[in-house]
Structures are given as structure tokens and as C-alpha cells.
């Protein structure tokens, strides 16, 4: 949640609602609709870290807002995020440590892990299929998402088969 | 024994939770007279040379009026072999094949032949139109050969190519299509004659996504318009549409179960799509 909102503060100052609300617009229904609560949390802590500032404004019939806005660090911070590679695929994989160490331990044969894994898989993937059919097509955004979540949950299945194939 | 077959494809899709329930986790049942197909102890053995493979070893599975059945496993896993047996293409070595009450395991080649243009539609990876017929032609000619009269075979593939979006096609020569084109007119041929059966072996296995998309958004039509469905696929998009996938491992069933949907709100793209930080 950090770098996402230096990047939306990086474009013009704003305060915790308008973040919310650009976060929901830039990425669409695919995107977890972000919690307000988390958002303070967040621009708090960016705060104390030095990366954003902030200042009452007033207002005449409501409450006063906080506008927040990047300071020189905190563009700084989120020049250094974006220029790094991310994280390719994860190698450490907790179904895989179980499938390891679950049948040692004598806790649970491999094979109806295996099962019961890919059932909850396929549940995942009939989701998102569902999801792909009732997302507005101009919207290309939430549909890369999706898409990217399809393709990594098959590439969980076929590794699923390949544990299969050498494990059983 | 015979079931309403769908006239067409509903315009509207319904989701697949709309269908009637049915029942649950395969094996054999009490209820089994209610099957469309059923399997005992099913075996195909192939010999050649010396050697024998044992492809099939012993699966038991059934498959409801109306289900969309999936089958997945690792390479070699027997998958091809059970459709192929299923649809009658090859002999079973041993075992019982059970098709709407009828034992067929011991037809002839000649009798499956004419119970798969009466019930069986078959659907394959690479499409295999006769290339050197029209597409209206491909789609035609089951219906020929089953006995109807040339005017009802063309009204039934006039519905089916408009239907699936290919109506202005009827005059192309297979091989003038892409391969997503081609999948559809394989399909429309697969359903020509209204067939109680739908096999269907990695149809989406050469396609690329968008058309892959086309292809499931087919299946899940006729799917939901009753047809029966049984298909081997590696492709989880397309299993997760069924109602029930078995896992086929060493050429036995290593898990037959349906799938149920994992909430959104729990679960879904949320996760999926989590973000870091």
C-alpha cells in the first residue's frame, strides 16, 4: 500500500478519501477495494518516516481535511521502488513446504493434499473466469489482472502435476 | 430412455449453478439407472511388440444427464485413451461401458459407428474438419448420414453456424478459417445431431487465448442448455466450468470431485491480486 499512494501523491498533493477513491478508479472492480482505515494508517507512518508531510485545511461547513503531499525523500523512495526489478515468480511456496513435510511428519498423505489442493485452485480459477466475463471489456486495466491471475493459478496446476508425477 | 435434447443453444447464457443439482462425488451410485454413461472396472491394455502398456486400470465413473464433466491428469495418464474407448474409437480390454442403460463395451465397430451419429458428438484438438468440403458440408454431413433429409440437415446447420458466429463462413473452406473458427465448426458438426453426448478431447489445446475465450463461452452456452459434457483438458480455465473434474493418475481415478466456487469476498481476486507493502 506504501509506494501505491507515493505514486498518487506524486502526481498532486490529496487527502486520504480522494486516495481511496484514485486508487478504485485507476485499477477497477479487479483491484481489492482498499480499506479507508489502512489508507491513514499508511500515510501516517509515511509521515513519521519522511516521506510525505501534511497540513490541516480548513474548511467552512465541514471538518478540517489533511492534505498530504510527497516530500524531496519520499520522491526519492518511490524513484528507488520503481527502478527495481520486482520479485519474480515465489519460490518459496507454503503448499509445496506442507507437501513436503506433512507426510513426513505422518500428518496427511501427499495425494489428498494434491486434491485438495487443486479443488481449491479450480474454485479460484472459476472465480476469476466469472469475474473475466462480467468485467466491461474497455476496461483493460482489470482485465490484464485477471488475466494474470489466470495464467499463474495454470502455472499452479501444471507444477501441481509435475509434484504429482514425481512425488506419488 | 431418452432425454429432450436441446434444439440450440439458449441466447442467454445461465451460469452453471443455475443447473438442477445432481449427484455428488461420481462411483457408483444406487441411482445408477439415471446415468447417461457409466463405467465399471474399465481396462484398456494395449500389446505391441512384447510390450504392454496398461493405460486404463480399472476406473469406475459416471456422468449424469445434463453433468459437464472434466477429466485432467499428467501426460500419460491414461486421459485420451478412457475418451477414445468411451466414444468406442478403440476396444476396452475389459470392463463395462454403460451409455443410456445400454451396455455397448461389446458393439462391433459397426454398431458404434451408428450409435455415435445417433449420441455421440466428438470434438478434437486438431479440429479434424474434411478439408476438402465447405464448412456448411463439414456440419451437414452427420446429419446426412444419420438419416435426415438434406432440407432438415441444412436448417439445423444454418442454427449452429449462426449461432456460433460463423454463419458467413458456410462457404469457406476449412482451411481458410483460424484455428478458433475451426474449433467452432467442429464443434457445430459435434452437435448436428443433437447428440445425448458431447466428447470432447483438449479442444482448447491449439488455441490461443481469445479464441480460447470464444470456445468456453460455447461450452458453457451448451451447457447450460442441458447438453452433456465429457472433456479431457489441461486447460484449468476450461475444467473450471464443469460441474465435477476427476483426476486421472496412472490411469486410475486419483480424485473425482465437484467444484465449488471459492467466495470473492473470501477469497477470490483479492488474494490473487494482493498487494505488497
Redesign the interface.
Known amino acids: 500500500m506504501r509506494q501505491p499512494l507515493l505514486a498518487l501523491l506524486a502526481k498532486e498533493p490529496a487527502h486520504g478519501y480522494e486516495l481511496k477513491l484514485a486508487l478504485e478508479q485507476t485499477f477497477g472492480q479487479a483491484y481489492p477495494s482498499p480499506n479507508i482505515g489502512q489508507i491513514y494508517v499508511t500515510l501516517k507512518r509515511l509521515e513519521q518516516d519522511g516521506l510525505v508531510r501534511s497540513e490541516d485545511v480548513e474548511q467552512t461547513t465541514r471538518p478540517n481535511k489533511r492534505v498530504y503531499e510527497l516530500t524531496p525523500a519520499g520522491r526519492e523512495a518511490l524513484r528507488a521502488w520503481v527502478g527495481e526489478p520486482s520479485d519474480g515468480p515465489r519460490v518459496r511456496d507454503e503448499f509445496f513446504i506442507k507437501l513436503i513435510l506433512a507426510p513426513m511428519a505422518g500428518l496427511a498423505d501427499r495425494m489428498e493434499l494434491m486434491n485438495s489442493q487443486r479443488r481449491h485452485y479450480l474454485g479460484i480459477m472459476r472465480n476469476l473466469i466469472e469475474l473475466q466475463a462480467d468485467t466491461d471489456p474497455a476496461d483493460t486495466t482489470g482485465r490484464l489482472l485477471i488475466e494474470g491471475a489466470v495464467l499463474h493459478l495454470q502455472a499452479d496446476l501444471d507444477w501441481l502435476e509435475r509434484c504429482q508425477e514425481e512425488l506419488v | 430412455m431418452s432425454r429432450s435434447a436441446p434444439k440450440g443453444l439458449p441466447s442467454s447464457p445461465a ?1 452453471s449453478s443455475e443447473v438442477p443439482a445432481r449427484r455428488g462425488q461420481g462411483g457408483s451410485s444406487p441411482q445408477a439407472s439415471t446415468a447417461l454413461l457409466r463405467t465399471s472396472k474399465l481396462v484398456k491394455v494395449y500389446r505391441a511388440e512384447g510390450v504392454t502398456v496398461e493405460a486404463v486400470r480399472g476406473v469406475d465413473i459416471e456422468l449424469a444427464i445434463g453433468e459437464f464433466v472434466a477429466i ?3 501426460s500419460g495418464s491414461g486421459k485420451s485413451t478412457l475418451l477414445h474407448v468411451l466414444g468406442g474409437l478403440e476396444p476396452a480390454t475389459s470392463g463395462e461401458i454403460w451409455l443410456r442403460g445400454q451396455r455397448v463395451d461389446r458393439l462391433s465397430m459397426a454398431a458404434w459407428a451408428v450409435l455415435r451419429r445417433q449420441h455421440i458428438g466428438f470434438v478434437f484438438q486438431f479440429f479434424n474438419l474434411l478439408s476438402n468440403m465447405t464448412v456448411a458440408d463439414n456440419v451437414e454431413l452427420p446429419a446426412l448420414l444419420a438419416g435426415a433429409t438434406p432440407r432438415q440437415a441444412r436448417k439445423r446447420r444454418e442454427e449452429l453456424l449462426t449461432e456460433l458466429g460463423i454463419a458467413d463462413r458456410a462457404g469457406a473452406a476449412p482451411a481458410r478459417l483460424s484455428g478458433g473458427e475451426q474449433q467452432r465448426v467442429a464443434l457445430a458438426r459435434a452437435l448436428a445431431n443433437e447428440p445425448s453426448l458431447l466428447l470432447a478431447d483438449e479442444p482448447t489445446g491449439n488455441l490461443d ?1 481469445s479464441n480460447t ?1 470464444d470456445v ?2 460455447l461450452l458453457r452456452r451448451a451447457h447450460a442448455g442441458g447438453q452433456s459434457i465429457l472433456m479431457v483438458t ?4 476450461v ?3 464443469a460441474d465435477r ?1 476427476i ?1 486421472l ?1 496412472d490411469g486410475m481415478v ?2 473425482d ?1 465437484k ?4 467466495p ?1 469476498t473470501m ?4 488474494n ?4 505488497r ?1
Open positions: 451460469r485432467m491428469g499428467p487465448s475465450r468456453l463461452r489441461h486447460d484449468a480455465r475444467a473450471s466450468l473434474v483426476n493418475f486419483a480424485d470431485a467444484i465449488v466456487p471459492i470473492r477469497n477470490g481476486v483479492g490473487v491480486l494482493e498487494l507493502g
